[in-house]
């Protein structure tokens, strides 16, 4: 089945303990991306990916890390997670880049930093 | 810089009835927009997705417009039922080769039965 899957689907941590959340596609997409969704702000996009070893960052980049090397892998890295980090956070693919073709979105993964 | 917005933030119709939602934007600088679906403890499922050269798009009860010139864009639904009820958000695909996507913050749809 075509999916994205994210990992772990709940998740509650305390302030400054690293953490890493997965998302994984098996549609061979090349765009990659991170969203927050918070109560009355929408989804924020993150960091986004137009293929292996090519980010960039979103509209609230700041205390995450991504990495993409691998097609089908990108992880969101929270170094040192704070309590303003808590949020539902949602992974999507696309087939290509540049707006072209829709979003298929993850589960979602909530997390919440004490 | 570019802001979505969507009106009304929620709404509850009876069923059957036939119902506009709304979304606009302030840069018409856009790839493309989309409207996605979200029900509770769920992602996004892809509804509709309009090219910025085109004007609408059809997927059985929905219709997507978009008027780009306006930044303005409608999601119709027609005879609405209970199982339409959820959160619809819409996104826009900025243009120029960000690859940034923009949403709206949601209207929440009710549908009595």
């Known amino acids: 089945e075509a999916q994205v899957t994210q990992n772990p689907r709940y998740l509650i941590t305390v302030t400054g303990k690293k953490l890493t959340v997965t998302c994984s596609q098996n549609m061979n997409h090349e765009y990659m991306s991170w969203y927050r969704q918070d109560p009355g702000l929408g989804l924020r996009q993150i960091y986004y990916s137009m293929n292996v070893e090519v980010t960039d960052k979103g509209d609230v980049p700041e205390g995450y890390k991504v990495s993409r090397k691998e097609k089908r892998n990108f992880p969101l890295i929270l170094e040192s997670p704070s309590p303003n980090q808590t949020s539902l956070y949602f992974c999507a693919s696309s087939p290509t880049t540049g707006g072209a073709d829709t979003q298929y979105f993850g589960p979602g993964t909530r997390l919440t930093v004490l | 810089k570019q802001e979505v917005t969507q009106i009304p933030a929620a709404l509850s119709v009876p069923e059957g009835e036939n119902l506009v939602l709304n979304c606009s934007f302030t840069d018409s600088a856009i790839y493309n927009l989309q409207w996605f679906r979200q029900d509770p403890g769920k992602g996004l499922t892809s509804l509709l997705l309009?090219?910025?050269?085109?004007r609408e798009q059809t997927s059985g009860r929905l219709n997507a417009s978009l008027d780009k010139s306006s930044g303005r864009s409608t999601l119709y639904i027609a005879a609405s039922q209970p199982g339409d009820s959820a959160t619809y958000l819409c996104a826009v695909a900025l243009a120029s080769g960000t690859y940034k996507y923009i949403f709206g913050t949601g209207t929440r749809l009710k549908v009595l039965a």
């Open positions: 309009i090219q910025s050269s085109q």
